[in-house]
C-alpha cells in the first residue's frame, strides 16, 4: 500500500507589493507518495523556491491546504512547527551553510545535537553518512579546506542525520560547475535510495530533474507531469 507523505491541494501563493499582487503559484496540487523522488523543473522566477519554502514551513501560503505525514502546515504553531523542521525534513539549499569554524564531521552531526542525540552517537552516524557520500577522510576539514563539491557534500549528509521522512532540496547543484553537479546529483539520489527517503528536488537543470521518479515542471502557478 502506498503511503502520501505530502498532499498540497488548490495553493495559492500572492505577494501584495506596493503597485500589484504578483500571484506566483494558483491551484497547485501535488501528492507524494512515500519513498518516491519528485523533481520540479522551472525557469528562473517561476516559484520553484517559492514552493518548497511553503513545504518547508519557511513560507505562508495565502490559500489553499498543505499536509506533510501528520502536520497540518497551515495550523502550525511554534512547537510543531520546530518539531516538523527538525524531526520531518532535511534541507538542501544551493548555498551550503555549513558554519565556518566547525568541520565536517561537526556540522554534519550539529542537527542531532540540537535534536538531544548524545555527542558520542551523533558522531559515529555523522562518520557513516560523511563515508556515504565519499567524505570518509575529509571528517576532520573545516568548511575553508573542502572544494566546492565536497562543502556541498556534507550539506547532502547533513540533511539526513536527523532521519527525516522528507528531504526537500532547493537547487542543490546551482553553484556547481558540470562535473561537480552531475556527481552532486547521482550522490544525492543514491544516498536518497539508501535510506529509502522521499526526496522533493527543485532545479532548473534538466538532466538533474529526469532522475526523478516524476518530474513535473512549474507553468503560470500549476505543475505540468514532464
Ligand atoms: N517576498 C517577495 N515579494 C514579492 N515577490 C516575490 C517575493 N519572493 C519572491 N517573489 C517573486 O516570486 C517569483 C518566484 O520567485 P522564486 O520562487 O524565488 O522563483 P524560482 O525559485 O523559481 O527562481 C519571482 O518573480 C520573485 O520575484
Ligand atoms: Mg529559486
Do not use: W
Not at 500571484?23 to 512515500?34: A, F, Q, S, Y
Not at 570518509?136 to 539526513?160: C, F, I, M, N, T
Not at 550522490?187 to 539508501?194: A, E, Q, R, T
Request: hydrophobic share 35%; with cysteine; aromatic share 6%.
Amino acid at each position: 500500500m502506498s503511503e502520501i507523505i505530502v498532499s498540497v491541494k488548490e495553493l495559492e501563493k500572492t505577494y501584495k507589493t506596493e503597485s500589484e499582487n504578483l500571484t506566483i503559484l494558483k491551484d497547485l496540487n501535488l501528492e507524494i507518495e512515500r519513498g518516491k523522488k519528485i523533481t520540479i523543473v522551472g525557469e528562473s522566477g517561476s516559484g520553484k523556491s517559492t514552493f518548497l519554502n511553503i513545504i518547508g514551513g519557511l513560507d505562508n501560503p495565502t490559500r489553499g491546504s498543505v499536509r506533510c505525514g501528520s502536520y497540518d502546515l497551515i495550523n502550525l504553531d511554534e512547537k510543531k512547527l520546530s518539531d516538523y523542521r527538525t524531526h520531518f525534513l532535511g534541507l538542501i539549499f544551493q548555498f551550503h551553510y555549513l558554519l565556518k569554524d566547525f568541520t565536517a564531521l561537526e556540522n554534519t552531526f550539529l542537527p542531532s545535537i540540537m535534536a538531544g542525540l548524545p555527542k558520542k552517537e551523533a558522531a559515529e552516524k555523522a562518520r557513516q553518512l560523511l563515508c556515504d557520500v565519499g567524505l570518509e577522510k575529509r571528517v576532520d576539514h573545516l568548511p575553508s579546506q573542502l572544494s566546492g563539491g565536497e562543502r556541498q557534500r556534507v550539506a547532502v549528509a547533513r540533511s539526513l542525520m536527523n532521519n527525516p521522512e522528507l528531504v526537500l532540496a532547493d537547487e542543490p547543484t546551482g553553484n556547481l560547475d558540470p562535473e561537480n553537479a552531475k556527481m552532486i546529483g547521482e550522490l544525492l539520489f543514491s544516498v536518497v535510495d539508501k535510506y529509502k527517503k522521499t526526496l522533493l528536488l527543485v532545479t532548473h537543470d534538466m538532466n538533474l530533474a529526469r532522475r526523478g521518479d516524476l518530474c513535473y515542471s512549474i507553468k503560470k502557478g500549476k505543475l505540468e507531469l514532464v
